[in-house]
Nanobody, 131 residues
Framework: QLQLVESGGGLVQPGGSLRLSCVAS????????IGWFRQAPGKAREWISC????????NYRDSVKGRFTISRDNARNTVYLQMNSLKPEDTAVYYC????????????????????????WGQGTQVTISS
């Protein structure tokens, strides 16, 4: 059974940076599509970014394009979300999620944007942007 653990959250000032990590155990991440989501207090969970199993396919929601970068290191069984130029509106609990590429039914360089398409979730890490 795949298990995901996020880390790297914290309190930073606007304009600062954080790198979130999503470490997998119980299975290799090689054949899993990975997504990052966030949920702010009183708001619905929203998709942020995703990465294909090859690492060559990535997607971002418009509000984080140019500021966030998703990457994966299959040798470390880890996916990262580098977040730069952080804004107060980025404050949320951040979650990573995984779905088997075989079950996803998508192309090798594609990834998933809907939370409903992911079967495995981490417990989340808090990111707070405040001065």
């Amino acid at each position: 059974q795949l298990q995901l653990v996020e880390s790297g959250g914290g309190l930073v000032q606007p304009g600062g940076s954080l790198r979130l990590s999503c470490v997998a155990s119980g299975s290799t991440l090689d054949w899993y599509v990975i997504g990052w989501f966030r949920q702010a207090p009183g708001k619905a969970r929203e998709w942020i970014s995703c990465i294909s199993i090859t690492g060559n396919g990535t997607n971002y929601r418009d509000s984080v394009k140019g500021r966030f970068t998703i990457s994966r290191d299959n040798a470390r069984n880890t996916v990262y979300l580098q977040m730069n130029s952080l804004k107060p509106e980025d404050t949320a609990v951040y979650y990573c999620a995984a779905q088997s590429w075989i079950n996803a039914g998508i192309k090798l360089n594609s990834c998933l944007r809907s939370g409903m398409e992911y079967d495995y979730w981490g417990q989340g890490t808090q990111v707070t942007i405040s001065s």
